[in-house]
């Protein structure tokens, strides 16, 4: 049996009261709470690779209590949370468009999203930890990384226009209709899935370096070592590939699993080494809960704003602080606290609701 990393569910609590809060903000938000519009990286960038990267280790942790063998039952799982995030995917899709009156909106409802690519990563690198030595896997990350890299090159995949490969894969295999359209390109698109893939299979190497340590100290250590060799990587891949979050480039995979794994070792040097007092209480909460709160923001949002509270809690807040990125803020850290209240009472009640 593996024995939970507290610092593992600190480090995902952070990262889903990240998404929450960078994806709530009221009007205009601040800059590094903004996605990068094209190059480049904020810290709004960071969350959803972070969640990858932390599903790669929490796949390997928990893939080893059945020894990697494909059983009947763990392939069943496998299958069902498969099915079941990329359904409640296209269900919050759809939530959306029912809300505003559209509810037979399925010849324009948007396929991808951030649960289905959850999904889908989660699907392969289950397989891949089922039927290949894991041996394999560093090359295989090296070989996906290099071949989108290839992709990219000759696909014209840096244009910010409809001209880029994986805007021309995604039209030409589900229609315009079905995808993003506030940029050229879909962030959740079917090729950008590759590198992807490769980040968190990066995860789910770090995760057998943190098992297979004897103590605490070597698995800060092994992580440690492994942020240090990804954040040089992704710096010099850089200089030809530019971190690129809307088409997932090959340095912005290194780069972000290079800061997660940095951040994980830290706290677990802080956490579970040094056991440092109980600041993480706030991040615990969504970290047991992680999925299921995740959700719950999207379709809370989308209810609030519908009914208008939304608009009248912003409105107070706006009458009190005049700036409007502050008011902005201000609303998302509210929307944090009313996710963190639904969370404190599952966390009180030791229910895990795992999605």
């Known amino acids: 049996m593996t024995k939970r990393i507290l610092s593992l569910d600190i480090l995902r609590g952070i990262t889903v009261a990240g998404m929450i809060l960078v994806n709530n903000g009221y009007g205009e938000s601040f800059s590094t709470l903004c996605h990068s519009k094209w190059n480049g990286l904020t810290p709004c960038d960071l969350v959803f690779p972070f969640f990858l990267f932390i599903m790669g280790v929490s796949t390997y942790l928990s893939l080893s209590k059945s020894m990697f063998k494909p059983s009947g039952a763990v392939v069943m799982k496998i299958i069902r949370r498969t099915l079941a995030l990329f359904l409640i995917g296209l269900f919050i899709n759809w939530f959306e468009l029912a809300t505003k009156g559209d509810i037979m909106c399925f010849d324009h409802l948007r396929i991808w999203a951030v649960l289905q690519r959850i999904a889908i990563c989660y699907c392969i690198v289950s397989v891949i930890a089922l039927t290949v030595n894991h041996k394999w896997i560093i090359p295989m990350v090296l070989v996906l990384l290099a071949a989108y890299a290839v992709i990219l090159l000759t696909g014209n995949g840096y244009a910010e226009d409809a001209s880029n490969i994986i805007a021309r894969v995604d039209n030409c295999l589900f229609g315009a209709d079905h995808l993003y359209h506030k940029s050229p390109v879909d962030p959740e698109g079917l090729l950008s899935t590759l590198p992807a893939v490769a980040h968190v299979l990066i995860g789910f190497y770090v995760g057998k370096k943190i098992h297979k340590a004897d103590t605490v100290?070597?698995?800060?250590?092994?992580?440690l070592l492994i942020a240090a060799v990804l954040i040089v990587a992704g710096y010099l891949l850089s200089f030809g590939f530019p971190p690129?979050?809307?088409?997932?480039?090959?340095?912005y995979v290194l780069l972000t699993?290079?800061?997660?794994?940095?951040?994980l070792g830290i706290l677990m040097y802080c956490i579970d080494m040094r056991k440092s007092k109980r600041w993480y209480t706030f991040f615990q909460v969504f970290g047991v809960n992680p999925l299921f709160l995740y959700v719950t923001s999207e379709i809370l949002s989308?209810?609030?704003?519908?009914?208008?509270?939304?608009?009248?809690v912003f409105g107070a807040v706006n009458s009190c602080v005049s700036h409007p990125q502050t008011a902005s803020l201000i609303y998302a850290i509210y929307f944090v606290l009313l996710n963190y209240l639904i969370g404190y009472l599952l966390f009180k009640r030791k229910m895990y609701i795992k999605l």
């Open 257 to 263: 699993c290079g800061m997660a794994a940095a951040l």
């Open 302 to 312: 989308v209810a609030l704003k519908r009914i208008g509270v939304s608009e009248a």
């Open 217 to 223: 100290g070597y698995k800060a250590f092994n992580v």
């Open 244 to 251: 690129n979050k809307r088409i997932w480039s090959p340095s």
